[in-house]
């Protein structure tokens, strides 16, 4: 996401390489050419004037450093300045009551089915929740078979009536089977709607007006760029939403409603939805965010996505396993399982620092571990768990078993061993770390 918008945007820093001070003239030669691609990237022409102009004035009152170069001082002013664009702090959901109550709201298409399933599986796995969807898109044919579809994939009950075309009274028989069973969060998923539709704006205020939710997140395609930005106004008129969920940030998005809806609305993005997967959902920070549209990568999101996959038992367990060489493909398998769970590989590669110019033109398939997993499921479980037997003829067995060649499984094999060589060195040197530290704590201080 946001690859235009990096690119233009580093073009446009580059106007000040070679300057030895920041000057009136070649500050407002650069904003010129940051107002351009941020217009560029679907951001209206008041929000990328107001910003420019923010970033301009500050610019001119400082002196730069001798170590800062004129436009690493400016990089950092137009991140800094970019967060607070963005809302500054990240918030979160004001979840007081008892159930407490999410209604969803949003156009047609903009993935608020989806996302609700994504939200219900984050509160359960992250917040040890126990969330009951409710279906009130009474319109769409199959709406409530997807909604159930959703609900199973994540493992959380759905409440429906498909025979009543009441949402204010689906709506309160939920809360009353919510109380009944025990689930302290309701997420309500409503129909799409046009915001010119009356009839169907008027169904979701007298909705609300009845529930009392604790919180309203509208959910908007963030691929539709400044009509979602527009849509998202005429919404919050009505509705007086809590928060924003931006959707499809995987997407060939340019970033324009990421960064112009905060502005209009004055309203916070909560949560952004970066695949398909029912794990691909993230709490919306605006720093990270302006860090990964400067090309700086996010690696604490990264690690924040690993460690809501990883079990900290099992993972002792895998530590184990690594220092007496018994890793093995049972071991392997589950981790590719893992590392698929966490997203989009492309955009997981691009939160490194400096990778995302680097696979920026890269067609990273999602399916790139098929082969592989193919590989060890042809494998037999005394093989997977014992390696080193592979001979010649159980490799020839297994390429033709997976639809592979022996090249592919020599292949699969080397990395394997390779792999399993550098964790054991990685896991052995870091016990010798831990091992000499405490032996250190214990000895007497020695003169330098």
Known sequence: MFENLSERLERSFKILKGEGKITELNVAATMKDIRKALMEADVSYNVAKTFTNEVKEKAMGMNVLTAVKPGQLLVKLVHDEMAVLMGGETVGLNLTSKPSVILMSGLQGSGKTTFSGKLANMLKTRNKKNPLLVACDVYRPAAINQLQVVGEQVGVPVYSEPDNKDVVSIANNALHEAKAKGHDIVIIDTAGRLAVDEQMMQEIETLKNAIHPDETLFVVDSMTGQDAVNTAKTFNERLDFDGVVLTKLDGDTRGGAALSIRTVVNKPIKFIGTGEKMEAIDAFHPARMADRILGMGDVVSLV???????????????????????????????????????????????????????VKDLDIDDDAFKSIEAIIQSMTPFERNNPQILNTSRRMRIAKGSGTSIQEVNKLLKQFEQTRKMMQMVTNTSKMNMMMNAMRGKMPQMPQ
């Not at 996959?309 to 530590?319: H, I, T």
């Not at 396993?321 to 981790?335: A, G, L, P, R």
Request: charge should be positive; proline fraction near 2%; charged fraction near 35%.
């Open 304 to 358: 924040e996505r690993a460690q809501n996959l990883y079990d900290e038992k099992e993972a002792q367990e895998l530590v184990k396993k690594i220092q007496k060489n018994k890793f093995d493909f049972n071991d392997f398998m589950s981790q590719i399982q893992q590392i698929k769970k966490m997203g989009n590989i492309k955009d997981l590669v691009s939160m490194i620092p400096g990778m995302g110019k680097a």
